[in-house]
T-cell receptor, first 118, second 114 residues
Framework: AQTVTQSQPEMSVQEAETVTLSCTYDTSESDYYLFWYKQPPSRQMILVIRQEAYKQQNATENRFSVNFQKAAKSFSLKISDSQLGDAAMYFCAYRSWPSTGTASKLTFGTGTRLQVTL | DGGITQSPKYLFRKEGQNVTLSCEQNLNHDAMYWYRQDPGQGLRLIYYSQIVNDFQKGDIAEGYSVSREKKESFPLTVTSAQKNPTAFYLC?????????????FGQGTRLTVV
């Protein structure tokens, strides 16, 4: 079974600075997807960024980028120019490559609470 | 507007009673998921379903049951067998055929058992 580990329960960053959130995962599969979700105080889950395992290029979405190290099974999220609105819980998630006849599981880590200070 | 609707937002029940949480989506998604969220434990998968009349147990299915009689609906019943049912419950859906698509989430139901 796949597992996702986020070893940083809480992180803090000053506004306009850069912060990196860590995520590692365990899998025997060669193809899969990885996601970072944000959960603000409203508790609505919002997709931040996604990465396909077969792509070597790291995904980027505006101020958010990932460092995907497939061999090391690492998937960290870098937030540049941090803003107050970035304060939230961040979850790393793994989804298996879909197989015929079954829905693919989406497995989450335990989350990292990001605090943004002035 | 398309989306996922969970109801109610807050739910209170007495210990020993079964309770059903509603999840409805009008996104025409095939796959639907139920997660439980507890402080410090992230989201844990309870049940998931690929198509109507088919569903699989997730990692913490004991004490829960689901049905998938319609594509749009995936209700979760928390039974009296669930030892610690107080939690925040999230429903999600995604299309089966679009492999790279993320899951879309409802706004959650906070269940408190007293």
């Amino acid at each position: 079974a796949q597992t996702v580990t986020q070893s940083q329960p809480e992180m803090s960053v000053q506004e306009a600075e850069t912060v990196t959130l860590s995520c590692t995962y365990d899998t025997s599969e060669s193809d899969y997807y990885l996601f970072w979700y944000k959960q603000p105080p409203s508790r609505q889950m919002i997709l931040v960024i996604r990465q396909e395992a077969y792509k070597q290029q790291n995904a980027t979405e505006n101020r958010f980028s990932v460092n995907f190290q497939k061999a090391a099974k690492s998937f960290s999220l870098k937030i540049s120019d941090s803003q107050l609105g970035d304060a939230a819980m961040y979850f790393c998630a793994y989804r298996s490559w879909p197989s015929t006849g079954t829905a693919s599981k989406l497995t989450f880590g335990t989350g990292t609470r990001l605090q943004v200070t002035l | 507007d398309g989306g996922i609707t969970q109801s109610p937002k807050y739910l209170f029940r007495k210990e020993g009673q079964n309770v059903t949480l509603s999840c409805e989506q009008n996104l025409n998604h095939d796959a639907m998921y139920w997660y439980r969220q507890d402080p410090g434990q992230g989201l844990r998968l309870i049940y998931y379903s690929q198509i109507v009349n088919d569903f699989q147990k997730g990692d913490i299915a004991e004490g829960y049951s689901v049905s998938r009689e319609k594509k749009e609906s995936f209700p979760l019943t928390v039974t009296s067998a669930q030892k610690n049912p107080t939690a925040f419950y999230l429903c999600a859906s995604r299309p089966n055929g679009e492999w790279g698509t993320e899951a879309f989430f409802g706004q959650g139901t906070r269940l408190t058992v007293v």
